[in-house]
């Protein structure tokens, strides 16, 4: 098939002119290398409207079907890029509905699917996928911005560090996506220009994509085809010089080889020994194919090389009288090999029948000699094939998603110039570096030196533009921020673990008594982490410890505080109970007592009444030791006759009697005189002291103050107030009432 099309199409999209003095392989190389060049220059995401991610997602790590769903999900996706690609989305998706949530083990193991998707959409995206993948790579990585404010914290440090990566290889995809439709167009256009450039940047290994696979065994039977019809015109040329077809060859460097070859053939033929002597001097066309295409042309070049001796001998063979073509083979072989050749041929005492057998056998010692043992032990022998190998081997992800493939001559310039524009600080960017010059990188540290250092050190006249400024700064920060203890020791910052040692330090001082009497000094990398874990169960309330938290967690002590709060949430702490003040808990509530208000010693044993026993509408009140339900209207009552006695109380002398029987105190210091004297204290700082009167032999009146709200503890119950009273023949408590 004719290619004039694809030339005419060059010849109007690039500034060069194809011409029979400009060699193919420059033109070719520069049509691959500036059309790259090109696209590398571009925004990854040029041309690309915002757009959104649409659902939820699928099952989650949490949900009861998601193992099946991965399950499905492997089984489908195998290389295939589009699928891969539409399950990514799906897991960016519950990706943001876990972190919403909290769950940061299942944030994790999404993350870890999406990792393994777009390794499988980086390296088969095909052309044909380019705008849909670059659009969901901008996607992916919007939402994943949005997402900064859900991962504030230590706790997601790990998760945070992994969304960063996968939002730089959601860049490299994107970068793969756009290259990839470039390369296919380029491909075509070198295999019908320049098979040997052809070789160096479209040829395939194992490791590339499928489609390009495909693409290249498609273009590499067309070129076998266009290399032996070359070779046929060619021989058929030598024998008819007059009559070659140099036309019909569609492919440029064939078409021109022929053209320059046909009228010195024709003169050659005719006698002319200068033109045969100049024909010798041309490149052998062979020299013009790739090694994939020489073993696949043995034959044509057989009679190729038979109707070309047949057309005349060359002048270094008939000098030494090696007429045959085999005779004169191992004179040229003699004569133009590298010396380590012929040194190998005599070792092995070979003999060379033809140029093609020559030429293999010298570049298999050459290689032998000089191939990296990467490329040994690979199996390879062809240097192409090596530089391939190794540049793959060495060079970062960015440059190969790129279509950089390490057999240009300036891929690895390209392969900077590409990891600065995506690795490089934004205000170095827009300082308008770009990595194309040599000591970009050095500038851009100089930019990065004014806006990360501390005042201090450019202060000190620090600028980063020298080598050791960053060193001087880290001594500069430690006069600045080491404790006086680091100083005194000695330590200024200058050696490498200055921090290590003044760290050290600081542990033996900061560091809790409990810690340093486990053994531990500072000088261990986990000696802090350990020191928190003897401090929580040190200091860690026992409800902490009873639900298996042991410090060892980074975020222990946030749960030990959840803990807490909802005991906070049912009253009291007992941290914050003060001096001889009582923990008390009933039913779930706790509060704080003085020890000298709840009518006794703290561990007495309460009696009467239990707080379970009284009903919704009434009090549990205790006095002295013994408790009893009462309803609140008749609780009312008694406080208002206690105000009643105390005001009479005030009065009343002790020793009065007003009506017979005998009189006992309720509480306090009395005295048996015909009257009783009662004696409370009440938290208000009120004294009650008096007597009440009334029948003999009957009366009842409770008296004293009431003060807040009492409750019962585990063991009976907590009081709070006192009062004082008298009966005529009956006794009279001091006690409290706890409200229900």
């Not at 094939?385 to 998603?401: G, N, Q, V, W, Y």
């Not at 009140?621 to 008749?634: N, P």
């Not at 009440?692 to 008296?703: C, L, P, V």
Request: aromatic share 6%; glycine share 10%.
């Amino acid at each position: 098939m004719k290619k004039i099309t694809y030339i005419v199409f060059i010849a109007l999209i690039l500034p060069v002119v194809f011409s029979a003095e400009e060699p193919a392989p420059e033109v070719s190389a520069d049509i691959y290398g500036v059309e790259l060049d090109k696209v590398l220059e571009e925004g990854i995401f040029e041309g690309i409207a915002d757009t959104r991610l649409q659902g939820d997602g699928g099952f989650a790590p949490d949900d009861f079907f998601y193992f099946l769903d991965n399950f499905w999900e492997s089984l489908f996706v195998g290389k295939n890029p589009e699928n891969a690609l539409k399950y990514k989305e799906e897991k960016v998706l519950e990706l943001r509905r876990m972190i919403e949530s909290g769950n940061k083990e299942a944030a994790k193991q999404i993350l870890d699917k999406i990792e393994n998707y777009n390794g499988i959409i980086q390296k088969e995206v095909h052309p044909e996928m380019e705008q849909r993948v670059r659009e969901s790579s901008k996607s992916v990585k919007e939402l994943l911005e949005s997402l900064d404010d859900d991962l504030e914290g230590e706790e997601w440090e790990g998760i945070r560090d992994e969304i960063g990566e996968t939002m730089k290889q959601e860049d490299r995809i994107a970068l793969a996506a756009k290259v990839s439709k470039k390369i296919k167009e380029l491909c075509v256009l070198l295999s019908e220009l320049d098979t040997l450039e052809y070789s160096k940047s479209c040829k395939t290994s194992d490791d590339d994509p499928e489609w390009k696979k495909d693409m290249d065994k498609k273009l590499t039977d067309e070129q076998k085809k266009e290399a032996e019809e070359f070779f046929n015109i060619m021989s058929a040329c030598f024998q008819n010089p007059k009559e070659c077809r140099c036309n019909d060859l569609s492919t440029q460097q064939f078409a021109e080889q022929c053209n320059i070859m046909a009228p010195l053939a024709a003169e050659c033929k005719e006698g002319k020994v200068e033109s045969c002597d100049r024909m010798e001097e041309l490149d052998d066309p062979m020299d013009l194919l790739p090694d994939y295409l020489q073993a696949a042309m043995e034959k044509v070049e057989e009679k190729y090389g038979g109707s070309k001796h047949d057309l005349y001998v060359p002048k270094d063979c008939a000098n030494e009288g090696a007429l045959t073509r085999e005779a004169c083979a191992e004179v040229m072989f003699r004569l133009n090999a590298p010396p380590e050749c012929v040194e190998e041929k005599e070792k092995r005492k070979m003999k060379i029948q033809n140029e093609n057998q020559a030429r293999k056998f010298c570049e298999e010692v050459m290689f032998d000699l000089g191939a990296p043992d990467e490329c040994k032990k690979a199996g390879l022998k062809d240097d192409m094939e090596c530089k391939r190998h190794m540049f793959k081997l060495d060079a970062p992800e960015e440059c190969l998603a790129a279509g950089l493939i390490g057999t240009g001559n300036d891929d690895w310039k390209k392969c900077e110039v590409i990891r600065f524009k995506l690795d490089a600080p934004e205000e170095c960017l827009d300082a308008g570096l770009d990595g194309t010059e040599k000591d970009d990188w050095k500038k851009c540290e100089v930019i990065r030196f004014k806006q990360d250092a501390p005042e201090e050190c450019l202060a000190a006249g620090l600028t980063g533009t020298e080598k050791d400024d960053w060193k001087k700064c880290e001594s500069i920060r430690f006069k600045h921020d080491a404790p006086k203890e680091c100083i005194d020791a000695g330590i200024d910052g200058s050696g490498r673990d200055d921090w290590k040692k003044c760290d050290a330090i600081r542990f033996r001082l900061e560091a809790a008594k409990e810690c340093l009497d486990a053994g531990l000094d500072g000088t261990g990398r986990d000696d802090w982490k350990k020191c928190n874990a003897i401090q929580f169960k040190h200091d860690a309330p026992k409800e902490c410890i009873d639900a298996g938290i042991d410090g060892s967690g980074r975020d222990d002590w946030k749960k030990c505080d959840e803990i807490r709060r909802e005991n906070e949430n049912k009253g009291a702490r007992k941290e914050d109970c003060k001096g001889n003040e009582l923990h008390i808990c009933e039913d779930e509530f706790c509060k704080c007592v003085p020890g000298d208000e709840i009518g006794g010693q703290p561990n007495e044993v309460k009696k009467g009444a239990k707080r379970k026993d009284c009903r919704e509408n009434e009090l549990h009140v205790c006095e002295d030791g013994y408790c009893r339900c009462i309803s609140k209207e008749d609780h009312q009552e008694e406080r208002a006759g206690d105000d009643r006695d105390s005001g009479e109380g005030e009065r009343n002398q002790p020793g009065d009697s007003q009506g017979g029987g005998d009189r006992s105190s309720g509480s306090g210091d009395g005295s048996d005189q015909g009257g009783s004297s009662g004696s409370g204290d009440s938290s208000s700082g009120s004294g009650d002291s008096g007597s009440s009167g009334g029948d003999s032999g009957s009366g009842d009146s409770s008296g004293g103050s009431e003060e807040g709200s009492d409750f019962s503890d585990d063991s009976g119950s907590s009081d709070k107030g006192s009062g004082s009273g008298g009966d005529s023949g009956s006794s009279t408590d001091s006690g409290s009432a706890e409200g229900t």
